[in-house]
């Protein structure tokens, strides 16, 4: 599901004249979305469950790690977690963050 502020309804209209069948990534939609700064930053956050935990999943470790690579900065705790991140590199940090989350937990 995707939710977007009421503020940034902006995105989905830009979204909607995208092709059927072709891929943007979130810094080509930011450029194509009028009002809409790619230098803006965005926050992130991210909730596990006690069994996750178990198993090795640290949030605070893939928040701040991850955040960190993409120029931004996070943390928290093992089960819950945030970040606040260049929107333009959310492809970049979501992409760390699912790698990073896989090798906790594999």
């Not at 979305?33 to 992130?44: Q, R, S, Y």
């Not at 928290?76 to 929107?87: L, R």
Request: with cysteine; charged share 25%.
């Amino acid at each position: 599901a995707l939710t977007v502020p009421t503020d940034r309804r902006g995105v989905l209209e830009a979204l909607q004249e995208v092709p059927y069948g072709e891929e943007v990534s979130v810094e080509q939609l930011t450029r194509m979305t009028p009002g809409l700064d790619a230098d803006d930053e965005t926050k992130v956050s991210a909730r596990g469950t006690q069994s996750l935990v178990r198993k090795g999943l640290d949030l605070s470790d893939v928040m701040s790690s991850c955040a960190s690579e993409v120029d931004g900065g996070g943390g928290g705790h093992d089960i819950a977690a945030g970040a606040t991140i260049p929107t333009a590199k959310i492809d970049a940090f979501v992409r760390k963050a699912d790698e990073m989350v896989g090798q906790q937990l594999s």
